[in-house]
């Protein structure tokens, strides 16, 4: 296991509590696809994790919101948003 993560003192973002195991998997998809947007980002990790709203849509911004924390955190670096 990357050692960031397991130096980690919680593994809780936007007031959910990730696996190490799936904090590993979010930081090899942000590894592996640099190129991707932060929504594209969202909407993998969220299909991935089956991260939903009751009514099934997916938690993008929530997940945003806790992506940027785990950049915080120093578990990755994400690509620079896009300008409009």
Known sequence: ??????LLKST???NRR???KQLLDIQLTVNAFPDLSHREFGL???EHLNWETAG?????????NAL???QAA???SLPEKLKK
């Open 44 to 46: 993998t990790i969220c």
């Open 56 to 64: 099934g849509s997916y938690k993008i911004q929530t997940y945003l």
């Open 18 to 20: 990730f696996t190490r």
């Open 74 to 76: 120093g578990l990755f």
């Open 12 to 14: 809780t973002f936007a």
């Open 68 to 70: 940027t924390e785990m």
């Open 1 to 6: 296991m990357n050692q960031t993560v397991e």
